[in-house]
């Protein structure tokens, strides 16, 4: 069973960036297409990015498309979410999961969920 734990969420202004990671561990993800989800109070979890498992797909949501980029370093079981031009809806606490991508997307199959970490943008 892999475990996941998210790191790199903080407090940032408006228009400014953070760089956040997800390390995991108890299993390889290698070969497993990896995502980052959101969830601010009162909203649903909802769908980033994703990345398939070579990292040469990835997805968006289009709320952040162009402003998030979404990596993977297999290597060192890592994901890794670059948010530039924040906004205040952007934020919520950030989850990684692994995922199943199709040429529409990728959706979370699992029922698991690691701590997150918060993302706060003030306006």
């Known amino acids: 069973q892999v475990q996941l734990v998210e790191s790199g969420g903080g407090l940032v202004k408006a228009g400014g960036s953070l760089a956040l990671s ?5 299993s390889s993800i290698s070969r497993k297409s990896m995502g980052w989800f959101r969830q601010s109070p009162g909203k ?3 769908f980033v990015a994703g990345v398939s498992w070579t990292g040469a797909t990835t997805h968006y949501a289009e709320s952040v498309k162009g402003r998030f980029t979404i ?8 994901v890794a979410l670059q948010m530039n031009s924040l906004n205040p809806e952007d934020t919520g606490v950030y989850y990684c ?3 199943k991508c199709s040429g ?3 959706y979370k199959e699992d ?11 003030s306006s």
């Open 44 to 46: 649903e979890r909802e």
């Open 97 to 99: 999961s692994v995922v």
């Open 71 to 78: 990596s993977r370093d297999n290597a060192q079981n890592l």
């Open 111 to 121: 029922d698991y969920w690691g701590p997150g970490t918060q993302v706060t943008v």
């Open 104 to 106: 529409f997307g990728c």
């Open 22 to 26: 997800c390390v995991a561990s108890g």
